[in-house]
């Protein structure tokens, strides 16, 4: 039975290293930078361009979805913007909904933030929401991403084949889930 109370509701979650925070126009600055950096860009196969009025529009927006979890992933110490990551897709008939991370840059990659912040928003999607499935997409080329995922308990379900064209060339989408049945953190 989903909790979708919960989903709305959309809580802080406090971890070690990282507090994840509810995305909001306050992050804009952060948000635009990371929109900019080209790593990231590529790989989150972002082809798309933004206005910055765009951006604080959809921001401004976040806190009043109740289908959806927006949250800023924020250093514990500081509170210095790292990212964002997103629990999307609600498909409420089957208890399934899809995750999304990116952090700002390499100033910020390979730290464990984004290890952490996925471990938490699985504890939420599955402990507090009560969701059975979270699934994601990622490209064949971003072994960091699916490194993260496996370690978080995340299986590999197949490929999507040429499905970005980045900068002339093809790649592959790798498609994983984890199931409230899985180990979590294998
Ligand atoms: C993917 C992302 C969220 C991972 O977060 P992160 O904080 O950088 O990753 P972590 O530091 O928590 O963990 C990285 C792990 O990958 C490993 N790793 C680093 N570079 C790697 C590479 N090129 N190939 C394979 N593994 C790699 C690290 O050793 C570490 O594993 P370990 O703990 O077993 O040693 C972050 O790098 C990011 O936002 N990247 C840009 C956007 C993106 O790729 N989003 C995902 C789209 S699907």
Redo the contacts with the bound molecule.
Sequence with gaps: MLNLDALAAQPELPGDAVMLRQLDASYLDGVWQSLHDP??AR??GTHATFTREQVERFLAARPAATDRADWAVTRAADGAFL?E?VLQELDASNESMSL??????PH???????????RLVLDFAFESVGLHRVG????DF????????E?CGFVREGVLRDALLWNGTRHDTVVMSILSTDCRFP
């Design positions: 790593e990231t790989y989150t990212g990551v999304r991370i990116a952090l700002g840059g910020v990659f390979g730290r464990g933030y984004g290890t952490e912040a996925t994601l997409e990622v490209f971003n072994t960091r991403a699916q490194r993260v995922y370690k």
